[in-house]
């Protein structure tokens, strides 16, 4: 970001892992992406077709339906049973509202901004649900939201 320019990494150089590449701990910034994906002999295009609508299908089902939200807001706790929005379901996350940031009814590890949310209201939220679920499971959930530029800050 400091530079503008562009470089061009291959998949074995990014080190992904779930939730995690070296874009995890450095300051650059994913513009564009392109994906191969492997031949499957025993698939044919139509059935693969058909198998990812209905992944998508079951998806969306359960997220939000307002383009207004971040995403999944917690990485799923290594080591533990449930995903963070299980957690956060458990802990009574579920349509907590400060200001205009709320947790929907749909999925309990996503923050949608319905009335203009600050910041601090999201922040706030974010808090208390990692607050709720440690007093409730000992677990401390880790952001998967990153905030500018504060956590771009503690990597220099």
Do not use: C
């Not at 191969?36 to 990812?52: D, H, M, V, Y």
């Not at 209905?54 to 383009?67: D, F, I, M, T």
């Not at 400060?98 to 923050?111: F, R, T």
């Not at 440690?134 to 220099?156: A, S, T």
């Amino acid at each position: 970001p400091k530079t503008g320019k562009i470089h061009t990494y291959h998949k074995d150089a990014m080190h992904f892992d779930y939730r995690q590449s070296i874009f995890s701990y450095n300051k650059k910034i994913i513009v564009q992406a392109t994906f191969q994906l492997p031949e499957n002999k025993e698939t044919s295009e139509g059935e693969a077709l058909l198998r990812i609508k209905e992944l998508l299908v079951k998806r969306k089902a359960g997220q939000p339906k307002v383009q207004r939200t971040f995403g999944s807001v917690f990485k799923n706790p290594k080591e533990h049973p449930h995903s963070a929005g299980w957690y956060l379901d458990q802990a009574g996350m579920k349509e907590m509202r400060i200001g205009g940031a709320h947790i929907p009814k749909e999925h309990a590890n996503w923050i949608v901004n319905s009335d203009n949310a600050s910041s601090r209201a999201i922040k706030e939220l974010i808090t208390a649900g990692q607050k709720r679920v440690f007093e409730k499971f000992g677990i401390k959930l880790e952001r998967e939201v990153v905030y500018l530029p504060e956590d771009i800050m503690k990597l220099e």
